[in-house]
Nanobody, 124 residues
Framework: QVQLVESGGGLVQAGGSLRLSCEASGRVFSTYAMGWFRQAPGKEREFVAAIRWSGGSTYYTDSVKGRFTISRDNAKNTVYLQMNSLKPEDTAVYYC?????????????????WGQGTQVTVSS
């Protein structure tokens, strides 16, 4: 069992930055991949970024490439999402998720455990 708790969301103006954190407990954090997803009002949940268990490989959806950075600190059981140059279309509830596999994936079905989500609102 894995428990995930996100933090760091909030209200920011367009062009601003936020850093989301997700702290994990339960199974050994360093053995599985982590991902960030988001869901805007009236839309389906979508992939944002993922990172391999070792942190050596990362993946991003095209709309956030060059603006968002996913990273992890296995000593702190925490994964981060640094979000820069935020746009109003980034407004959503952001969820972190844990896959039981070491390899990062964009496939939502590969993620077994989910956090409760944190709201990010970007004003224009």
């Amino acid at each position: 069992q894995v428990q995930l708790v996100e933090s760091g969301g909030g209200l920011v103006q367009a062009g601003g930055s936020l850093r989301l954190s997700c702290e994990a407990s339960g199974r050994v954090f360093s053995t599985y991949a982590m991902g960030w997803f988001r869901q805007a009002p009236g839309k389906e949940r979508e992939f944002v970024a993922a990172i391999r268990w070792s942190g050596g490989s990362t993946y991003y959806t095209d709309s956030v490439k060059g603006r968002f950075t996913i990273s992890r600190d296995n000593a702190k059981n925490t994964v981060y999402l640094q979000m820069n140059s935020l746009k109003p279309e980034d407004t959503a509830v952001y969820y972190c998720a844990a896959s039981l596999l070491p390899k990062a994936t964009m496939n939502m079905d590969e993620y077994r455990y989910w956090g409760q989500g944190t709201q990010v609102t970007v004003s224009s």
